[in-house]
Nanobody
Framework: QVQLVESGGGLAETGGSLTLSCAAS????????MGWYRQGSGTQRVLVAR???????DYAESVKGRFTISRENGKDTIHLQMNNLKPEDTAVYYC??????????WGQGTQVTVAS
């Protein structure tokens, strides 16, 4: 039912910027948390940033001050503005839509590559 469509991945240079977007469809939940996770080669998937419908935001320490997550007003659509990109930001980025353990959905992922 719930589907997440990600866009905006690509290649960037060190110090450059990139914006990711994720639109959720088929949602029927008043409260949810949407966020971005990433998984580099040979690593586990980790949280990058997330935002609740109430506007509470969490960032990974590694991206705080460089990345900004936002939610479009009244919509299950989020964006991740990534500035001052570093090679260690290279990963597959996954959009997540979470309500509870039985309602936890993922996009297919979008590749972000930062040249060193």
């Amino acid at each position: 039912q719930v589907q997440l469509v990600e866009s905006g991945g690509g290649l960037a240079e060190t110090g450059g910027s990139l914006t990711l977007s994720c639109a959720a469809s088929g949602t029927k939940f008043s409260y949810n948390v949407m966020g971005w996770y990433r998984q580099g080669s040979g690593t586990q998937r980790v949280l990058v940033a997330r935002v609740t419908t109430g506007g509470a935001i969490d960032y990974a320490e590694s991206v705080k001050g460089r990345f900004t997550i936002s939610r479009e007003n009244g919509k299950d659509t989020i964006h991740l503005q990534m500035n001052n990109l570093k090679p260690e930001d290279t990963a597959v980025y996954y959009c997540n839509f979470w309500v509870r353990s039985t309602d936890d959905y993922w996009g297919q992922g979008t590749q972000v590559t930062v040249a060193s």
